[in-house]
């Protein structure tokens, strides 16, 4: 394959503190071909992002140790250069111009007070002799190649008037603006929608087609990069546990880590059972995993099949609109509806997932159910009870039994209070037990539930990874003892080994403590795997409803069938399924 573009020997990057150094990445090493897609997987702390960042030195610090090893960068037409210790004026020249990055979150990777077309022109004019005329015809022309629509609007407006989608299309329009030798994308399809993520996996393929580019796709979801890949490198702990080609690493998978991603992501063969984690598989075998109905099914009867179970939530025609658009005298010129002349029910012990792109009314409907966000007209009934028309104490008494867990667990949590404040709070207002020692008691309890342990308690939010603060969350939501949880995007952003935690820990607490919940999310493999029945909405409007089975395996709607259809695929072992 000749020379490869980047070589990388032995490298090691360690993080210091004042009493002790962290090894973040371990004698690492590994090889790109000019045209090539490496995938770099693993889980969060893994080390993938360090290793990226080294690539372009953008580690400085002085909690940063300098890298060792080498970084051989050859680009076709000039010499081999090692990047570790190259002085900072010749790393700029590299930086942007021959190896480009798309970071994982475009919204802090973008200027929020510059228009977007300004912030790639900006990229353009470090790199390139040109006039301000042919930056701008470069930019736009960009945008038309990353297949943003409109591009002379995207280039007025600023990142937060785009959606997640359109940011990330910018980024990688930046990215390509002078024509790189080398992408390193690191997460870029995280939290997006999956036909939003399936069309930036498609523009990457597109992209290096036409420009011979070579790409370092980062990411913690193996499914991702089984038909995108054309290598795969798996790390763990700072270091390589396995690498080889796509192939061979999904049908014959060496070692027990590299099967745990594989089998850790919600398939329809484990509908009903508890999914595997990652420490299942340690230790040199897999751990034989409990097959049992974690799950049980919903299907309007009780277990027995004999009566109908009770409707416990019943919305009528709710509608909700926000105005977008003002008069001179403050009333409403133009609005936007959310949510759409929307109707359905569920009944005790089901969850009901709710599925669909971002921007489609999900998160808007969830909190409307318990008037975080006030309805424009409708009626929510719970246990027969009108809640749209509930005064202020009534409707606090009543969000006893209705609790949320909402998609960004660090920003629900306080930062100046403890886990074990966080969890009593509620527990106080609702005057759930009448001490201290007795709430804390139920609190250790409900952090044995959520497999946290009780030297957590007096531990801050920052202190805990994302998983765990979800799960400390869900304990918060279940310390009043709800009848009915609405869960927002509560695994959609975790890696998939802490996903499947959450997932078994839902399916575990409802089948112990009983609660109904509707599960919003837009995997509809995840929501496959853990509802009784899923509602799919479209631009504010239930577009089709039924049966976990009747939507994943008999859509009868063309936008179902579009997201079932971009939902990423992974071949797993054949067998044994491991």
Not at 74 to 95: D, F, T
Not at 364 to 374: D, I, N
Request: net charge positive.
């Amino acid at each position: 394959m000749g020379t490869p573009l980047l070589q990388v020997k032995n490298l090691c990057v360690d993080f210091r503190s004042e009493n002790h150094t962290q090894q973040a990445v371990q004698d690492v090493s590994f090889e790109v071909h000019k045209g090539e897609t490496l995938a770099i997987v693993g889980e969060s702390g893994s080390g993938k992002t360090v290793t990226s960042l080294s690539i372009l030195q953008l580690l400085r610090g002085p909690h940063v140790a300098p890298s060792r090893g080498e970084i051989i960068f050859s680009p076709e037409g000039s010499p081999p250069v090692n990047l570790v210790g190259l002085p900072e004026k010749s790393l700029c020249a590299i930086r942007g111009n021959r190896i480009a990055m798309i970071f994982q979150e475009p919204m802090t990777s973008l200027n929020p007070v510059q228009r977007c077309g300004n912030q790639v022109m900006e990229a353009i004019f470090l790199h390139r002799r040109v006039t301000r005329k042919e930056a701008r015809e470069k930019t736009l022309t960009l945008f038309s190649q990353v297949k943003l629509k409109n591009p002379g609007e995207v280039f007025a407006k600023y990142p937060h008037q785009l959606s997640g989608g359109q940011k990330q299309r910018v980024m990688i329009a930046m990215a390509m603006s002078c024509d790189p030798a080398l992408l390193i994308a690191d997460e870029p399809t995280t939290a997006l929608d999956v036909t939003v993520q399936k069309s930036i996996l498609e523009l990457l393929q597109e992209l290096q087609k036409t420009y011979g580019l070579s790409i370092i796709y980062i990411t913690h979801d193996l499914g991702l990069v089984s038909g995108f890949a054309n290598r795969v490198l798996v790390m763990y702990r700072g270091g390589v546990v396995e690498s080889g080609p796509t192939e061979k690493i999904f049908s014959t998978p060496v070692q027990p880590y590299t099967r745990a991603l594989i089998a850790c992501r919600p398939s329809p063969a484990m509908k009903g059972k508890r999914l595997p984690v990652v420490s299942d598989f340690m230790g040199g075998t897999k751990k034989e995993v409990s097959a049992g109905n974690t799950i049980a099914r919903v299907e309007g009867t009780s277990s027995t099949g004999s009566a109908p179970r009770e409707i416990l939530l019943k919305v009528e025609g709710l509608t909700v609109q926000f105005p977008i658009k003002k008069s001179m005298t403050g009333g409403r010129k133009k609005q936007f509806t959310a949510v759409d002349d929307v109707s359905f029910e569920v009944r005790n012990n089901e969850i009901l997932g709710l599925v669909g792109e971002s921007g489609c009314g999900k998160t808007t409907l969830g909190r409307t159910l318990l008037r975080l966000t006030e309805p424009t007209s409708g009626k929510i009934f719970f246990r027969g009870q009108d809640v749209s028309k509930l005064k202020t104490a009534d409707l606090r008494r009543m969000r006893k039994n209705i609790q949320i867990v909402f998609q960004d667990p660090y920003g629900s949590l306080n930062p100046r209070l403890t886990i074990g404040d966080a969890i009593e709070e509620p527990m106080k207002v609702h005057q759930i037990l009448p001490t201290h020692t007795q709430r804390k008691d139920r609190i250790m309890e409900l952090l044995e539930k959520v497999d946290l342990k009780p030297e957590h308690f007096n531990r801050y939010p920052h202190e805990f990874s994302g998983g765990q603060r979800q799960r400390i969350c869900i304990a918060r939501a279940l310390s009043i003892e709800p009848s009915f949880i609405v869960c927002d995007e509560s695994v959609s952003a975790l890696d998939v080994s802490v996903q499947a935690q959450v997932l078994n820990l839902i399916g575990d607490l409802r089948l112990a403590l009983g609660f109904t919940s509707i599960f919003i999310t837009h995997d509809l493999g995840v929501v496959y795997y853990l509802s009784d029945r899923i509602m799919v909405m479209h631009e504010g409007k239930i577009v089709e409803t039924g049966t976990a089975e009747e939507i994943y395996y008999h859509p009868q709607n063309e936008y179902t069938q579009r997201l079932i259809g971009a939902m990423p695929k992974i071949h797993l072992l054949q067998g044994e399924g491991k």
